[in-house]
Every structure is written in C-alpha cells, then in structure tokens.
C-alpha cells in the first residue's frame, strides 16, 4: 500500500524558532518520487522540492532543508529561523512507479508563525 | 509564463445548475489533472489528461465530465451536483516524463453547491 503519513496536524511556533515538519511514506516501489508543497491561506498549492527514491543527499534552500532517510522512510522538511510568511499548511506527497501526476498526499501539517 | 491560471475564482451554484470551470497553462506541459480538495484535508486526483487524451479517472462521478480542447486548456463540466461536491478544485500541470515531474497547481476554483 502507498501511504504518507503527517503525524503532526498543527504546529505553533514563534517567530525565529527552527521548525521541523515530520513525514514518513510507504511503498513497495524501489523507484518512487517525494515531494513537499505549501498552501498558503490563499489556496495555492506551491512547489518546494522534488526527490527520488535514488537521491538520499540532503538539500538546503535559503532558510529550508529536507532530510531525505530511505532506512526510516522519512522525508522530513526544517524550517531555520521561521517567519509569519511561512505559515501555511505542508503537505508531503509520494508518487510512485504507478501513473503520472497521481500523488499521495499526507494530511498535512498546518504551521503557524506568531510574530 | 509559468502560471495555471483558474476561473472562476469562487462559485456558488445550484443543485440543477449547469456550470464550468477552466484552467489555462502556457508552459507547453502536455500533462493535466484536475484535484478536489475538501476543507482540511488533502488534494484527491480526479482526472489526469496526457497529450489531450483522458489517462486517468478516479473512479469520479458521471456529474463531473472533464474536457481538454487543446494542449493548453483543461474544463470541468459540472451538472445535478450534491452540496457534497463543495470543494476547493484545482488544477495543475506537468510535463510529461518518466522523471515524475513536479506539478504546478492554479489557485483554485472554491465551488459551493447550495
């Protein structure tokens, strides 16, 4: 079975705090895909990063890093120095070796970044 | 231009109303798909369309009817919908490749069924 799983539903943190959103997938494929997304209140589902099941290197951009650990099934996504603008809920979603664009959301972790 | 634009951005209808929402990209992306996202919860797929042909159905019903006139644009013909339906439907596009390219969502129709 495919599944992602956000255990974390809402996480509340003041602003400048280091913020680690939690994400653990299964799949039974050995070539899968991860990703990260942010929805901003307005609606909007961004893009943030994409991984293979083949690239375990971990990736920083700017103030957000992913640790990507194939031994835990986790992909989890930190969050340096938090601002009100990231506040948003995540998404972590898998897409595997079955058809294009059908990817498996996790629940979601809502952030909240207080001033 | 690297945005899915989505109209309309609201929309209120009625349980025999007849209406459609549109989705534009022009970032040349030969991929499609149509989501439903319910309040706090996660995207669900509906409809993936791939070089303008239908590749996918998630089992949706038959008051939902996808439409793909060209390349660049993607329609969600609604009809007797149930107030169930009420959702947040977005649209996305990709490229089509083996390398599951990232998907770009538009912002969204918000559909309320009265």
């Known amino acids: 079975a495919q599944k992602v799983t956000q255990a974390q539903t809402e996480i509340s943190v003041v602003e400048k705090e280091d913020v680690t959103l939690d994400c653990v997938y299964e799949?039974?494929?050995?070539?899968?895909?991860l990703f990260w997304y942010k929805q901003p209140p307005s609606g909007e589902l961004v893009f943030l990063i994409r991984r293979n099941s083949f690239d375990e290197q971990n990736e920083i951009s700017g103030r957000y890093s992913w640790n990507f650990q194939k031994s835990t099934s986790s992909f989890n996504f930190t969050i340096t120095a938090s601002q009100v603008v990231d506040s948003a809920v995540y998404f972590c979603?898998?897409?595997?070796?079955?058809?294009?664009?059908?990817?498996?959301f996790g629940k979601g972790t809502k952030l909240s970044v207080k001033p | 231009d690297t945005e899915v634009t989505q109209t309309p951005k609201h929309l209120v209808m009625g349980m025999t109303n007849k209406k459609s929402l549109k989705c534009e990209q022009h970032?040349?992306?030969?991929?499609m798909y149509w989501y439903k996202q319910k309040a706090k919860k996660p995207p669900e797929l509906m409809f993936v369309?791939?070089?303008?042909?239908?590749?996918i159905n998630e089992s949706v019903p038959s008051r939902f009817s996808p439409e793909c006139p060209n390349s660049s644009l993607l329609n969600l013909h609604l009809h007797a919908l149930q107030p169930e339906d009420s959702a947040l439907y977005l649209c996305a596009s990709s490229q089509v490749d083996r390398e599951r390219a990232s998907l770009n969502f538009g912002p969204g129709t918000r559909l309320t069924v009265t």
């Open positions: 970032m040349g992306h030969r991929a």
């Open positions: 979603a898998l897409n595997y070796g079955g058809s294009q664009g059908n990817l498996i």
């Open positions: 369309y791939s070089y303008e042909k239908l590749s």
């Open positions: 799949t039974r494929d050995t070539t899968y895909y």
